[in-house]
Every structure is written in C-alpha cells, then in structure tokens.
C-alpha cells in the first residue's frame, strides 16, 4: 500500500462508490498551533471541518463540507489581537479529465472547485487550503481608525489626501476662473 501522504488522506479506490464517506475534523491543539504558523495567524480555536466525500458519475469525485473556525490576527492598524469567526461551505470537484490550463496569460476558469484527481482526496488539505483563502486581508480593531499622514517641508504647505486626488487640480482651476469673473 502506498505512504499516507496526511493522516486525514483518503485514498480514492478505497472509497466506496454507493455510498457518501463522512469526515469530521477537529484538529488538536498541537495540530492547531502548526497550522496557525502555517498560515501565519496568531491563532486558531474551535475548528471544525465536516462533510462527505461522494462519487459523482463514473469517475469523479466531490467533496463537500463545512468549515469553521476562530481566527486569532493582528490588527492591521494597531497589531493589537483580532478575533474573527469564519463559517464557509467548501466544495472541490475531483476529475479524472481535468485540463490544466499551461499558457502563461491563461484567465482564471469560472470554477475554481476543481482539482485534477489524484490517487488521494485529503480533506485536511482542504481545510487547510480553505482557511487560507477565507482569512481576512487587512483585519481591524474594533475603533481603529488609518490617521491621515502629512509630510512636507518646514515653510511649505502639506500636501493632504483630498489633494492628490485625480480631480481636485480641477476644482482648484475652477474656483480661480469664478474668481477672475
């Protein structure tokens, strides 16, 4: 029998075609805490991944769980902890044909569920990649508010957000032909 490539790896021709494989993951906290490095959070509580591994025709497979999870950030502002809850359905079609796309300037598919299929499914992998693409970018503090920064030097004016923007060198003309009116 071929290596385990994850102890939550299931291999394809051991699942059974009639009937749905259930899983229901729960990482451990030793587990929790590799996988909060992985992903470069401060931490992970209450994680829980569940579902069912199906056949769908002849030789595909689908895979569709539930996901969720505490994250623990830093604050994109403040770096002061941030909790935030993800609850998201996950589901990837494994198949047999799948095409990959091999041009350099290729567009995104309209599905990106799914995955070529391989000698094992992995839910954890799943999981994991799933918290990944469902954390929060720029996480924030409650209250924590970007201040506006101004730089310039001494004697002169500074330069604020309102006037970089792409029409206030318009309004400016504007109101100096009003004036000369």
């Known amino acids: 029998m071929p290596k385990l490539p994850s102890d939550t790896a299931l291999r ?17 906290p030793e587990s929790l805490a590799n996988l909060a490095e992985t992903l470069g959070v401060i931490g992970l509580r209450k994680v829980r991944f569940r579902g069912d591994i199906r056949a769908e025709g002849q030789d595909d497979w689908v895979l569709r769980g539930k996901l969720g999870a505490s994250v623990i950030q830093a604050c994109s502002v403040t770096l002061e902890p941030v909790t935030t809850r993800i609850d998201t359905d996950v589901t990837r079609h494994y198949t047999r044909d799948f095409q990959e796309i091999e041009t350099p300037e290729a567009e995104m598919p309209e599905d990106d569920s799914v995955e070529p299929l391989g000698q094992w499914i992995d839910p954890g992998a799943v999981l994991q990649e799933a918290l990944s693409l469902n954390l929060p970018l720029y996480p924030r503090a409650e209250g924590a508010e970007l201040g506006e920064a101004i730089f310039t030097e001494p004697g002169e004016l500074p330069m604020r957000d309102e006037d970089a923007r792409p029409f206030a060198g318009l309004a400016g003309l504007r109101d100096a032909l009003k004036k000369e009116d």
């Open 12 to 28: 394809v021709p051991d699942l059974s075609s009639a009937a749905p494989t259930g899983f229901d993951l729960r990482p451990a």
